[in-house]
T-cell receptor
Framework: NAGVTQTPKFQVLKTGQSMTLQCAQD?????MSWYRQDPGMGLRLIHY???????DQGEVPNGYNVSRSTTEDFPLRLLSAAPSQTSVYFC????????????FGEGSRLTVL | DAKTTQPPSMDCAEGRAANLPCNHS???????VYWYRQIHSQGPQYIIH???NNETNEMASLIITEDRKSSTLILPHATLRDTAVYYC??????????FGAGTRLTVKP
């Protein structure tokens, strides 16, 4: 099992450009989520999904869109990148249930100039 | 989900036990206490979780007070590789996992 795979690992964008961060998991997990982590801070939840076709907002959803067309994939879209979105992005997944462990990807470092 | 309070930083001598405290005074009856850690800029790693009883696994022990308003993560013999940011999180059924600032543990030789 590869676990949670994120691509790309590094990306530089110009203000106003759009892009998609990809996240895939091969553990058949229903729950998937995206976090961002700014320097010296903890992780903040952007969006999450409890299954295909179901998404919801987290703590900091503005400027980001998500969709969940399959169990395996949960892409994060930046429609018009801003310098404030410079951050490290982590995707995570777990099974539904009371005690599911959250598995994280290696992160995607995004810089918006 | 209940909020948690952790000290921003702690030091520990290599080979000694590291005791990391967490306050969660507003925890409700069906909410679990989870601990994760993050080494450098890697994705967080699960350590342990518990509801009301003390728990132990190969990585750590979790001690939850009887009133469940606080807990302590114990790394019994800390090594340099345990230097990391440790997050205490309270989560109910299917709720999101929301991370605070955590405790930066530095293990010193």
């Amino acid at each position: 099992n590869a676990g949670v795979t994120q691509t790309p690992k590094f990306q530089v964008l110009k203000t106003g450009q759009s892009m998609t961060l990809q996240c895939a998991q091969d553990m058949n997990h229903e729950y998937m989520s995206w976090y961002r982590q700014d320097p010296g801070m903890g992780l903040r939840l952007i969006h999450y999904s409890v299954g295909a076709g179901i998404t919801d907002q987290g703590e900091v959803p503005n400027g980001y869109n998500v969709s969940r067309s399959t169990t395996e994939d949960f892409p994060l879209r930046l429609l018009s990148a801003a310098p404030s979105q410079t951050s490290v992005y982590f995707c995570a997944s777990r099974g539904l249930g009371l005690t599911g462990e959250l598995f994280f990807g290696e992160g995607s470092r995004l810089t918006v100039l | 989900d209940a909020k948690t309070t952790q000290p921003p930083s702690m030091d520990c001598a290599e080979g000694r036990a590291a005791n990391l405290p967490c306050n969660h005074s507003t925890i409700s009856g069906n909410e679990y206490v989870y601990w994760y850690r993050q080494i450098h800029s890697q994705g967080p790693q699960y350590i342990i979780h518990g509801l009301k009883n003390n728990e132990t696994n190969e990585m750590a022990s979790l001690i939850i007070t009887e009133d469940r308003k606080s807990s302590t993560l114990i790394l019994p013999h800390a090594t340099l590789r345990d230097t990391a940011v440790y997050y205490c999180i309270v989560r109910g059924y299917n709720n999101d996992m929301r991370f605070g600032a955590g405790t930066r543990l530095t293990v010193k030789p």
